[in-house]
């Protein structure tokens, strides 16, 4: 069983666009977490949920909105997409602040 | 600030040699220190971790060594193999996030 799966796996869409990413955990975890891949391999948080609670918010553009309807999802929501937002993008989850496991990855492309 | 430095960003090593990475971090409260390995359009996946109360740990080939004074840690492979090449990265934990280095890519040439 995939521990974290998120969807969809590519995603290429023209500039302007308003686009979502879903992620989910069936291991339990109580945080989950938003990274972002830029195409020089950083790897950077974005977003931080604890039971369902925002914790961490990184310098991120308010265009960006994540959403936790539960404990096991976290869903990533970016209105109006700029070419910049092109990466890859990660869901993870840990139980606290200890290993964290992550998702396949969401290749964006903006156009 | 945040910051976690990495070095090397490259490394190529020929098969059966060793590699040892280098990562120094600035926040003095951080206690935890996981390495991940990233194999190309792969995810990260944690191959050991350490935390502050200990100096070294092992698993197999693969070592990591904390030096709190001196705020580094390092990752070291023995008998590097093929297929022990990919992008690590090690991290550090500040309050409740981890902050990511900058990657090394290593090539282990058979």
């Known amino acids: 069983d995939t521990a974290v799966s998120q969807t969809p796996k590519y995603l290429v869409t023209q500039m302007g666009n308003d686009k979502s990413i879903k992620c989910e955990q069936n291991?339990?975890?109580?945080?989950m977490y938003w990274y972002k891949q830029d195409s020089k391999k950083f790897l950077k948080i974005m977003f931080s949920?604890?039971?369902?609670?925002?914790?961490i918010n990184e310098t991120v553009p308010n265009r960006f909105s994540p959403k936790s309807p539960d404990k096991a999802h976290l869903n990533l929501h970016i209105n109006s997409l700029e070419l910049g937002d092109s990466a890859v993008y990660f869901c993870?989850?840990?139980?606290?602040?200890?290993?964290?496991?992550f998702g396949p990855g969401t290749r964006l492309t903006v156009t | 600030g945040e910051n976690v430095e990495q070095h090397p960003s490259t490394l190529s090593v020929q098969e059966g040699d060793s590699a040892v990475i280098k990562c120094t971090y600035s926040?003095?409260?951080?206690?935890?220190f996981p390495w991940y390995k990233q194999e190309l359009g792969k995810r990260p996946q944690l191959i050991i971790d350490?935390?502050?109360?200990?100096g070294e740990k092992k698993d197999q080939r693969i070592a990591v060594t904390l030096n709190k004074t001196a705020k580094h840690f390092s990752l070291h492979i023995t008998e590097t193999q093929p297929e022990d090449s990919a992008v690590y990265f090690c991290?550090?934990?500040?309050?409740?996030?981890?902050?990511f280095g900058t990657g090394t890519r290593l090539q282990v040439f058979p």
């Open positions: 993870a989850s840990s139980w606290g602040n200890d290993e964290q496991y």
């Open positions: 291991l339990g975890h109580d945080t």
């Open positions: 949920y604890n039971n369902k609670e925002l914790i």
């Open positions: 926040d003095s409260a951080s206690n935890y």
């Open positions: 350490i935390r502050s109360n200990v």
């Open positions: 991290a550090a934990s500040i309050t409740d996030k981890l902050i």
